[in-house]
């Protein structure tokens, strides 16, 4: 391994404990991430100081809150690169993130005959918002096929050029897949997007605290994420958008904090983003939130990305030697980002879960909310094994010793 | 936490590995299906009834060691029982899988008592009995498959 993060475990009180006997290898960080001590005290420290609401007030623990969440946002900016923090708008996490695009942009701005394209190993967040969308405005979903039986091939980039018309308004992609560890070529569906006059929504979720992210570079119009996937607090995430099209965008809920004139009969509205969060904020998380973007980067996110390849490639390689294995995504040697999904001929990923619980190892069976996906493969579900940056070489090993003693108890080992 | 051979017991293994009555039913006169949207499960289950009562059963579906098992010894279970008699069947059967409780009686069913103490399974095991009883519940008519 390049790095040997090791000695970051201890910052991660969770992982001191015991799972049915046996030490906690935690393999489910696609799905969320443990939090640091920095991050837990931060929230904690806003808790036992500062919190109060925000905007409104004019005392010292208002003014504190308003300080904390402005400069979380701010940090926010810096972390993905945006131009200027008015393009930062807080939301509960990225399902949150992309329904707002969906009802605050697409939903004025699309008609009978728009298309909007997506891909087929989109997360269901970045899919059913546009379905809903779509049946709104009399839109058209299509979607980008992803190639190979066991989607090794990733997007198919010529189909793209081919979907890419002229009544394309929105392209809607993950960067990463969270099923297939995949990584989408983000920049270059952006240019190819812009070329049409398109507008692109990327997913954020896997990529945002695993790598270094420049939206500016990336060219995306929008890019959302979730903090609890990225060793943050849950309930907090980040609605990247453009200044010109977020000031240009109807409010998506409405209530206070997001208006600047209210009568009777009718508001209006503030500038971006305090048009887009109504009500209170969720102060405290994005101070958690800032405190988990200072912790990454103090590691550094290129060398966690990196450490997490690795793992995954390892588990790769290792789980192709077990008998009636079925891997997805990229194949061995191919960038894949840090999980891996796999499916047993003779053993349902819902025992393998139950069973490597029992050896205290935490996976994820399922559709992975990607349930089409699933059907295209012509899978029931896979097992995941997701990494982050406090997982080791050892516990791709306890993954291996525990999917061994699974198909020797079923008999199919 | 409970030992995993509670909960795969030899007749669950069993039932899993050797399923009786899967496949469609030539003939059926009732279906119904159930399915499991987090993990995928489904299960469809036929009936070919003789008057009140069973005649013929069979289930086809995919899932977990669980369900398909469940389904399997849920055919051997029900044969020959009329509405009634294969409610109170799921009855003590739910009642084996939430509490653990063995039925006094000696019963191949109480091999699913170890699921109480994995709560998220349970629905795995009462999938295919709940498409039973809905399937029960129907008119008869003649199935296509
Ligand atoms: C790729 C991807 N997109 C979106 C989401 C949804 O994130 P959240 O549930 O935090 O809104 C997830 C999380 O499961 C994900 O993995």
């Not at chain 2, 063995?102 to 009995?129: M, N, Q, Y």
């Amino acid at each position: 391994m390049s790095s040997d993060f090791s000695n970051l475990r201890v910052d991660f009180p969770v992982l001191d404990q015991h799972v049915g006997g046996h030490p906690l290898v935690y393999l489910d960080n696609a799905a969320t991430t443990h939090k640091p001590r920095a991050v837990i005290d931060a929230v904690a420290r806003f808790y036992e100081r500062d919190n109060s609401n925000v905007h409104r007030g004019l005392h010292a623990l208002s003014m504190r809150a308003t300080d904390g969440y402005e400069a979380a946002r701010a940090r926010t900016a810096r972390f993905i690169n945006a131009a200027d923090s008015a393009e930062i708008v807080f939301t509960s996490g990225t399902t949150a993130s992309v329904n707002l695009v969906a009802q605050g942009w697409a939903r004025d701005n699309l008609k009978s005959g728009d298309v909007v394209l997506c891909t087929e190993m989109e997360h269901h967040s970045n899919m059913v918002p546009w379905q809903i969308v779509c049946q709104q405005t009399g839109a058209t979903l299509k979607y980008i096929p992803v190639l190979g039986e066991d989607a090794e091939g990733g997007l198919d980039m010529e189909a793209l050029d081919q979907l890419l018309t002229e009544q394309v308004k929105l392209v809607a992609f993950t960067h990463i897949s969270n099923t297939l560890g995949t990584i989408n070529p983000a920049a270059e569906i952006c240019a190819k997007a812009r070329a049409v006059g398109a507008l692109t929504m990327v997913d954020g979720a896997q990529s945002a605290g695993h790598e270094d992210v420049d939206v500016q570079a990336m060219g995306c119009d929008f890019y959302a994420f979730s903090g609890h996937k990225m060793a943050a607090p849950t309930g907090i995430g980040v609605l990247y958008g453009r200044r010109e099209l977020l000031d240009h965008m109807s409010p998506w809920q409405g209530g206070g904090g997001m208006i600047s004139v209210v009568r009777y009969d009718a508001s209006e509205w503030k500038p971006a983003p305090e048009r887009f969060e109504a009500g209170t904020p969720n102060v405290a998380d994005a101070v958690g939130m800032h405190a988990a973007m200072d912790y990454l980067d103090s590691v550094g996110r290129p060398k966690i990305g990196q450490h997490e390849a690795e793992l995954a490639a390892l588990a790769y390689d290792r789980l192709s030697e077990l008998p009636g294995i079925r891997l997805l995504g990229p194949r061995s040697g191919e960038p894949r980002a840090g999980l891996v999904s796999f499916a047993f001929a003779d053993v349902h990923a819902h025992d393998v879960v139950t069973f490597a619980d029992q050896d205290g190892v935490a996976l994820r069976g399922g559709h992975h909310c990607n349930q089409p996906l699933m059907h295209k493969l012509g899978l029931p579900s896979t097992t995941r094994a997701s990494f982050y940056l406090y997982n080791t070489p050892e516990d791709v090993d306890a993954l291996v010793t525990s999917m061994r003693r699974i198909l020797n108890f079923f008999g199919a080992g | 936490m409970s030992d995993l051979t509670d909960l795969y017991q030899a007749v669950i293994l069993d039932h899993n590995k050797r399923p009786r009555n899967r496949g469609k039913l030539p003939q059926a006169t009732r279906v119904a299906s159930g399915d499991n949207p987090t993990c995928g499960d489904n299960c469809t289950v036929y009936l070919k009834m003789e008057g009140e009562k069973i005649g013929e059963i069979s289930f086809e579906g995919s899932g977990c060691a669980i369900s398909q098992a469940s389904a399997s010894l849920m055919t051997t279970q029900l044969q020959g029982k009329t509405l009634a008699e294969a409610e109170s069947e799921f009855d003590e059967f739910k009642n084996i899988v939430t509490t653990g409780e063995e039925p006094a009686d000696f019963s191949e069913v109480a091999a699913f008592a170890g699921v109480h103490a994995f709560p998220a399974r349970i629905k795995c095991a009462t999938l295919s009995w709940h498409a039973a009883i809905d399937a029960l519940n129907k008119p008869d008519q003649p199935v296509e498959n």
